[in-house]
C-alpha cells in the first residue's frame, strides 16, 4: 500500500483530521514562540549542526571512547549489528537474571528493533510507561508520532479504552481523571517490575555518560525501582563533550513542544548504587550504511525532536499511521526508503517540497532536498510505478524540445476547450480527485508576454 | 559478541565521511539584567513556583508552603532539615507528601535546577507529591552552558537537571501535571544569613 492508499482512510474522518491537523499546528506555534524567546537560536542550530556532523564523521574513535569511561564506571557495553540481535541480547541479559515483568520508557530505537514483540514471545511482560506509549500498546496499535504518540485519538477514545481496559468507570473524557487512571494503574507496574528498558537521548564520549530526557519522570521511575536498568542507544546519538549535551538540550524541548527543557534531564554515569546494574546495547541496524550514502548520511543527525512531523502539512493531514514506519514524518521518509527502498517507495512522495521541515529542523538537516534524492534514486532503481516512469520521460521529451512544447500546447489548447469537462478529468486523474482543472487560456503565455511587449513598445 | 563489536566498528570506519572539524563555540547570550525574575518566569512557565527566602530561613519558609506543616510524612535530603513521619522499610517513600533536596544551581533560562540525588533521594523526589528544591541565591547562572562549566556529572553515578513538577501533555494536548512522579515542585531561592 502507498502513503495516500494509507492516508485514505484517515482523512475519511474529516473532524478528526482537521483536528489533528489544528493540534499539531498549536504545536509548531509554541516552538516558534519558545525559539523567538532565545537570542542566540540560529547560531545555536549551526552550532548544533556543526557538532552532530563533526561526531558523525568520527564515530569509530568516538564510540572507543565512550566505551572505555564507560567500562571503568561499571557500565557494560553490548554491541548489535542489527535489530535482532539488539533483542537477543536484550532478551539474554532478562533472562539470565529471571526478569519476568519489564517497563519500558519512550525509546523509538525499540520500536524500530520490534523489541516488544519480541520479548512478549519470549514470556516477558513489557509495559510502556509513556502516557501516549501505554494508550496505543493498549489499543495494540503503533504510536503515529515520535513525541507525541497518541496526537491520533481524542479523548473519548482513550475514556472507552481505559473503561475496557483498566477498570475505569464508563464516560471518562476529562484528561485530568483519565490521567490520574493510568498514573495508579502504572505506579503499580512500576513497582512489580524487575527491569527497566529505556532509550537515550545523548551518550557522552568524553565522560562514559547517557543522558535521557523525559516530561513525564517514567525513565526515572523505571530506573530507580528495578535493580536492573538496559538502555538501548543508536550509533547516531554520541556527542564529544558533556559540554556539547548544553547546546542541544537548549534546542531539543523549545523544538519538540516549546518547552524550554524537559522536566527531567537525567545523567547516568554507572549503575548507581552496588547490586545494581547498567547495560548499554549500542545498535547498527542500517546506520552504518546510511552514513556511507553521499548526502543522506547527514540524516543521521536527527535528535527526534518531532518538530519536522508537527510543521509538515502532509504529516498533519495524513496522520502518523498513514507512513506506516517507526518514525513518520519527513525525517521517517528518509530514513525509512534508506533502510528498505522497495517497502518505502512512496514515502518521499508524501510531500510537497515545501522546505517547512528544514526550516525548523535544529540540527539543520536539508529534508526536503533528501527527499528529492531519494525520488530520483528510486526512479532510476524502477521502484516507482511505470505509469510514473514513462509519463516523467514524457515530459522530459516535450520540454526538451521548445518547438514541439509549443506545438502541443496550441493543440491542447484548441481541442482541450472543447472536451468534456468530466473527460478531461479522466485524463486527469488520479490528480483531478478532489481537485477541478482550471479552465485552459485561449492563448499561451508566450504568445500573451510577446503582445503585451510589442503593445508597449518594448 | 566480540565479533558484533568489531563489526559494528569496522562497517563505520568504512562508511565514514571525510572529517568535519569541530564547529566554533558559539557566543552566548548575555546574562539576563534581573537572573531571578528569568529564572521565576522559567520555573513559573515550567508548572513550579518561586519562593525567595531571606536569611536562609529554610524552616520558616518551607512553612509558608501550602500543606507543609500539617504535613505527617516528609523526606529531606537537605543538610538543614529533619526527615519526619518516615515508616521504615522500602514502602516507606510511597506515601510521602513532601520530598525536600538541596540543588547545586538553577539556570534562569529555562528554570532547571542540578542536583545529584543518592538512590534513596532520587525514589523520594520521584514518589512525594510535592517536591521542594533549595537552592542558594547566588548560584542562578544565565544559561545552561554556564551550568555544564560548573557541575561534574560524571564524578556521580547520577544527576539530573529538575524543571517543573512531572507532567504530560498526552491526552488530546491538554496538560497535567503530575504524570507519575510529583504534582507540584517549589524552588526555594535561599539567600545568606544577614547577620
Ligand atoms: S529531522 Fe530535525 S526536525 Fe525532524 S525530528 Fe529530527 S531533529 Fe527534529
Known amino acids: 500500500m502507498s502513503h495516500s492508499e494509507r492516508a485514505a482512510t484517515f482523512v475519511a474522518d474529516a473532524e478528526r483530521t482537521r483536528w489533528h491537523d489544528e493540534s499539531l499546528w498549536f504545536v509548531r506555534e509554541r516552538r516558534d514562540r519558545a525559539a523567538d524567546a532565545v537570542p542566540d537560536w540560529e547560531a545555536l542550530r549551526d552550532e548544533a549542526a556543526g557538532i552532530k556532523r563533526h561526531a558523525l564523521s568520527r564515530l569509530p574513535a568516538l564510540w572507543e571512547e565512550f566505551e572505555t569511561a564507560a567500562r571503568r564506571r561499571g557500565v557494560r557495553v553490548h554491541w548489535a549489528v542489527d535489530a535482532e540481535e539488539h533483542n537477543r541480547i536484550v532478551l539474554d541479559l532478562l533472562r539470565e537474571r529471571g526478569v519476568g515483568r519489564v517497563v519500558k520508557s519512550k525509546s523509538m530505537l525499540t520500536e524500530e528493533c520490534g523489541l516488544n514483540p519480541a520479548l512478549e514471545a519470549a514470556g516477558v511482560e513489557v509495559v510502556d510507561t509513556d502516557l501516549g506509549e501505554r494508550i496505543v500498546q493498549l489499543r495494540r496499535e503503533p504510536p503515529s508520532h515520535i513525541v507525541l504518540p497518541a496526537i491520533h485519538l481524542r479523548k473519548e477514545e482513550v475514556g472507552e479504552l481505559f473503561a475496557e481496559q483498566l477498570g475505569s468507570p464508563p464516560g471518562l473524557a476529562d484528561p485530568t481523571e483519565l490521567t490520574r487512571v493510568a498514573r495508579r494503574h502504572l505506579r503499580e507496574r512500576f513497582h512489580a517490575a524487575e527491569a527497566g528498558i529505556t532509550g537515550v537521548n545523548f551518550a557522552v564520549a568524553e565522560t562514559g555518560g547517557l543522558v535521557i530526557c523525559t516530561n513525564e519522570g517514567n525513565a526515572d521511575l523505571g530506573t530507580a525501582l528495578p535493580p536492573l536498568h538496559v538502555a538501548s542507544v543508536g550509533l547516531e546519538k554520541i556527542v564529544p563533550r558533556m559540554a556539547d549535551v548544553a547546546v542541544f538540550l537548549r534546542l531539543l524541548a523549545r523544538s519538540a513542544t516549546g518547552q524550554a527543557i524537559t522536566a527531567y534531564t537525567s545523567h547516568y554515569h554507572g549503575p548507581a548504587a552496588p547490586g545494581r546494574e547498567l547495560h548499554l546495547v549500542v545498535v547498527d541496524n542500517g546506520r552504518s550504511r546510511l552514513l556511507a550514502h553521499p548526502s543522506l548520511w547527514e540524516s543521521l543527525a536527527c535528535i527526534r525532536c518531532g518538530a519536522c512531523l508537527n510543521t509538515c502539512p502532509v504529516f498533519r493531514r495524513s496522520g502518523g499511521h498513514s507512513y506506516a514506519t517507526p518514525v513518520p514524518g519527513p525525517i521517517g521518509s528518509v530514513l525509512a526508503p534508506a533502510r528498505e527502498p522497495a517497502g518505502h517507495a512512496s514515502l518521499p512522495h508524501a510531500c510537497s517540497l515545501c522546505g517547512s521541515c528544514a526550516d525548523v529542523c535544529p540540527v539543520r538537516i536539508p529534508l526536503h532536498h533528501q527527499l528529492l534524492t531519494h525520488r530520483a534514486e528510486l526512479l532510476a532503481s524502477g521502484l516507482r510505478p511505470g505509469r510514473r516512469r514513462r509519463a516523467l520521460a514524457l515530459a522530459a521529451a516535450v520540454l526538451e524540445r521548445p518547438r514541439l512544447f509549443a506545438a502541443l500546447g496550441w493543440l491542447a489548447r484548441r481541442v482541450g476547450r472543447r472536451l468534456p469537462a468530466l473527460l478531461l478529468e479522466r485524463l486527469g486523474a488520479p490528480w483531478s480527485r478532489g481537485r477541478a482543472l482550471p479552465e485552459l487560456p485561449r492563448e499561451s503565455f508566450r504568445a500573451l508576454h510577446a503582445r503585451r511587449s510589442r503593445r508597449d513598445g518594448r | 559478541m566480540a565479533g558484533s563489536r568489531e563489526a559494528v566498528l569496522g562497517a563505520l570506519r568504512a562508511a565514514s565521511p571525510a572529517p568535519v572539524p569541530r564547529p566554533p563555540t558559539g557566543r552566548r547570550p548575555a546574562a539576563p539584567e534581573d537572573p531571578v525574575a528569568a529564572l521565576r518566569q522559567a520555573v513559573e512557565a515550567a508548572g513550579g513556583a ?108 547520577f544527576g539530573w537537571l529538575l524543571a517543573g513538577p512531572s507532567k504530560t501533555a498526552d491526552i488530546e494536548q491538554s496538560l497535567v501535571l503530575g504524570a507519575h512522579g510529583p504534582r507540584a515542585l517549589s524552588l526555594l531561592l535561599i539567600g545568606g544569613p544577614t547577620r
Open chain 2, 50 to 157: 518561586l519562593e525567595s527566602v531571606c536569611d536562609g530561613d529554610l524552616a520558616g519558609a518551607l512553612a509558608r508552603l501550602e500543606g507543609f506543616a500539617a504535613a505527617a510524612r516528609v523526606w529531606s535530603a537537605h543538610p538543614g532539615l529533619e526527615s519526619r513521619g518516615l515508616p521504615d522499610g522500602p514502602e516507606a517513600v510511597e506515601a510521602l507528601e513532601f520530598a525536600v533536596l538541596p540543588g547545586l544551581l538553577a539556570v534562569a533560562e529555562c528554570g532547571a535546577v542540578w542536583n545529584e540525588p543518592s538512590p534513596a533521594d532520587r525514589r523520594a523526589a520521584l514518589l512525594a507529591d510535592h517536591l521542594v528544591l533549595a537552592v542558594p541565591e547566588d548560584a542562578v547562572v544565565p544559561t545552561l552552558h554556564e551550568a555544564y562549566a560548573r557541575i561534574r556529572p560524571a564524578a556521580e553515578p
